[in-house]
């Protein structure tokens, strides 16, 4: 395990102590009265076995690192549900979730999974009321992560940043518009007073149909904190082929399901959301731009089923999970994450001849400093101790990767012997 690390160390770069990225892939994703019975959405219409088969294949193909979830089945067990039956499966073991939230009255939640063996959860918190202390719809969920770094520990310099879900109240009409808007103004206020990254991320299904919205503008043209869109397509976007390439809802066309909704896509309810920080890349974590889609929309079937004609976006087996699970699409978006060394201060030593011709002599000046030679495979073929001398020889002519240490500090070379 040592020896691949090195491996996938140097891989990087050759120089330990600059930065580099790596890249995940966030998703938010309303999977439709999962494990949640209601008159119209039963074990005949709307399966969870099918829905957790169809999960998996999504999954397996898009490879997320981070799923929001929303529309889950109002029970902790549920969670277990989609750990054992559509994520930890053949094809990952590593998915876990945050802890299990809701308010005394919603049938429905919110899940966060999340790979392990890439984020660590330092926190998490709800926004349950209103700024008037009435009760939100719903709960909306924030989790705090840090990525974890191989080479520094949870608390140090690692990048940590702060996930919000929310699935906002359905329906047109003023009531449902000034529930969408407490929800908002509760997610600023908590941004302002309680939030401790600069990372954030908001989404979910938004359930609104323009960007003038009251609610929609108060996350993005407040006075105070402002979320920016990363793909920067404010207008209204329900049933305007202008925006066909981002709607996300309806992935069907009527039909006899009637817990499905109809209509096609013709909606842009489910968006991801970022702070200025992300889009800047101000902190440690960036958006990639051109990452944004909605996996299953090709732009070609405005107020039409997904699975009409060709749609080349996904291939046939995604197409057909996407059809089979949920209503909505899915959103990606890719970020990347810096990647710190051991140490960000350069060591200094004194050039060495190179390339260099065995035997060579490490002795004088060179006793203050430690030396490890490095096969480009990652195995360690020479070692000379701080304060010691020591003689290189005897390795085969080729390139090598020389690491240099002193109090702390390193600095790692490409290095030529002879």
Known sequence: MKRLGLLL????????????????RIMTYNI???????????????????????????????????ICFQEVGASANNSTYLLNNALNTSSAINWTTTNYTNNSFSSLTNVIAYRSDIFGLISQEVISKDLNSNNLVRVVDVARFYYKDPLLSAQSDTVTFSVIVAHFKAGSGTSNSSQRDAMA???????????????????????????????YQTLIAGNGYRFEDPINSSGSWNNNSSFAAIHTQSTRNGGSNSCFSGGGLDDRFDQILCSEEII????????VPNTYF??????????????????YSVSSTVLSALYALS?????????????????????????LENPMYQPAQLAD????????????DGRKLFEKPEGQ????????????????????????????LW
């Open 365 to 376: 000046y060179y006793l203050r400093y430690s030396l490890e030679i490095y096969s480009l």
């Open 327 to 351: 209503d909505h699409l899915p959103v990606i978006a890719d970020f990347d994450v810096d990647l710190l060394g051991l140490n960000t201060t350069e060591l200094k030593v004194p050039k």
């Open 32 to 66: 439709l009265n999962y494990r949640n019975s209601t008159n119209e959405c039963n074990g005949n219409t709307n399966s969870a076995s099918n829905k957790e088969i169809a999960l998996d294949t999504i999954v397996r193909n898009i490879h997320p690192h981070i």
């Open 294 to 311: 909605a996996i299953g929309n090709d732009g070609n079937h405005f107020n039409n089923r997904i699975n009409a004609g060709t749609n």
């Open 280 to 287: 800047e890349g101000d902190d440690g974590m960036a958006y």
């Open 185 to 215: 103004g509760a997610i600023i206020d908590y941004i302002e007073n309680d939030a401790v990254d600069p990372n954030i991320m908001l989404m979910g299904d938004f359930n609104m149909y323009a960007s003038s919205e009251s609610g």
């Open 389 to 416: 001398p020591a003689t290189v020889q005897g390795l085969p002519s080729g390139l090598y990767i020389a690491r240099w240490s002193k109090d702390s500090q390193s600095t790692t070379s490409k290095l030529m």
């Open 9 to 24: 160390l140097f891989s990087f770069g050759y120089q330990l102590v600059t930065a580099q990225v790596t890249t995940v």
